[in-house]
């Protein structure tokens, strides 16, 4: 692992500004914290090892989605029993995922990650302009359905190294039916026992950079605010946020693919 002291002035200068947009995507889809904070680490910031960028990612993103919770709280956008749900059941899979992700080679992983991105972008411009029930209730009928997502979502969450909002949104969307704005809210719970139960596996074998995370989650503070604000006005147009939701993951995806694919399989 580097060593924290080794990160120079403008690392530091573009860790927390690299936070700030991590928050703010955070804030305004649920997701793509890990999503583009492990690029960031890597390709901006300059973290050599993907193993390190992956850990101190989880766990920046797990407090900026924390930061994140508490303003979509705030505005009543998060269904806390659906989301205590869906997040207990996914820190098994967390952990368990976790502990194989860290043995696979972390330049594949960073590859079948970016795949996984493009499947869940083509499967939620699919479902845009769903308005759903903003009422919607745990139930016998999607509490199971809230069980079994958890569980996948958490497992590739920590086989990924990322707090999961990409895989968390659609699952609890296609759990409960709820609307965006409620489902980028909720996911937040689950993002953050997520994001903290892979951080504390890679903690636990030193692939943490703890002063590249504090500047993360700093400038994460700022940004989750500023993306709550942009989903509030985004979910009143139909389909707008699940649109924009699904283009960044895309854009996101196809830059990892293009960097990626040589160092995965030279």
């Not at 390190?52 to 705030?74: D, E, F, K, Q």
């Not at 692939?207 to 006005?233: E, M, P, T």
Request: glycine residues 16%.
């Amino acid at each position: 692992m580097p060593d924290p002291a080794t990160l120079d002035l403008a690392q530091m200068i573009l860790g927390a500004l690299s936070g700030a947009l991590v928050g703010f995507t955070l804030g305004l889809v649920g997701g793509g914290g890990s999503i583009l904070a492990v690029p960031l680490m890597i390709y901006l910031v300059g973290v050599p090892q993907p193993h390190v960028a992956i850990g101190t990612a989880a766990l920046a993103v797990a407090a900026n989605a924390a930061v994140g919770l508490a303003n979509h709280a705030r505005a009543g956008n998060v269904r806390w029993p659906c989301g205590l749900t869906f997040a207990g059941a996914g820190i098994f899979g967390a952990f368990a995922g976790s502990t194989l992700g860290k043995n696979l080679d972390g330049d594949r992983l960073l590859f079948l990650f970016a795949l996984l991105m493009v499947v869940i972008a083509v499967l939620m411009l699919h479902r845009r302009g769903q308005a759903g029930d903003p009422a919607v209730r745990i139930s016998r009928e999607n509490a199971p359905r809230l069980l079994g997502y958890g569980i996948g979502s958490g497992a590739f969450s920590g086989f990924f190294g990322i707090g999961g909002g990409f895989l968390i949104v659609p699952g609890i969307v296609a759990a409960t039916g709820m609307p965006m704005i409620n489902a980028v809210g909720t996911s937040l719970v689950a993002v953050t026992a997520f994001g903290l139960t892979t951080a504390a596996n890679y903690a636990w074998s030193g692939l943490v950079d703890w002063q590249l995370a504090a500047l993360f989650i700093a400038g994460g503070v700022l940004g989750s605010w500023l993306g709550l604000k942009g989903a509030q006005r985004l979910s009143a147009r139909t389909g707008g946020l699940t649109t924009l939701f699904a283009l960044l993951v895309l854009g996101v995806a196809a830059y990892m693919l293009y960097h990626g694919f040589e160092q995965a399989f030279r």
